[in-house]
């Protein structure tokens, strides 16, 4: 996907409706990464648990918004499960050198490095409009 900074989107009820549903979606594809997380953990009562369990009720908060913005702006959000181990819609890293944005491929698994590293480079990047 190419972006290029000098494009200006006119700003439409339509094109908000769409960013407000991509809103729902990401928010919808992160939750689980985080549940699993959570799940692999055998200590009840770890710092770790507690932090990850606050980010699970924040990114519930998220999608609570996301959902309640699209009711607002008179469309259904659209809760559709999402496809693990496979581009994520609308989670595009930007690259400011090259000004393109390339998607970002993940899977659900327990918790260690490499889904502490994917999980917080998700919640890094800027929801793309398609």
Request: charged share 15%; proline share 5%; with cysteine.
């Amino acid at each position: 996907m190419n972006t290029s900074k000098n494009i200006e989107k006119k700003w439409t009820k339509e094109l908000v409706q769409q960013l407000a549903q991509a809103a729902v979606a990401v928010e919808f594809y992160t939750l689980p990464f985080y549940i699993t997380a959570i799940c692999s953990i055998k200590e009840e009562h770890c710092e770790a648990v507690e932090i990850i369990r606050s980010v699970i009720i924040e990114e519930m908060l998220h999608l609570q918004l996301a959902a309640n913005l699209c009711l607002a702006l008179d469309t259904s959000p659209n809760f559709t499960s999402p496809q693990y181990g496979s581009d994520i819609p609308y989670l595009c890293p930007y690259n400011q050198e090259t000004g393109e944005c390339g998607f970002l491929n993940a899977t659900l698994g327990p918790f260690n490095n490499n889904t502490l590293n994917t999980n917080t480079f998700a919640n890094q990047l800027s929801i793309s409009s398609g």
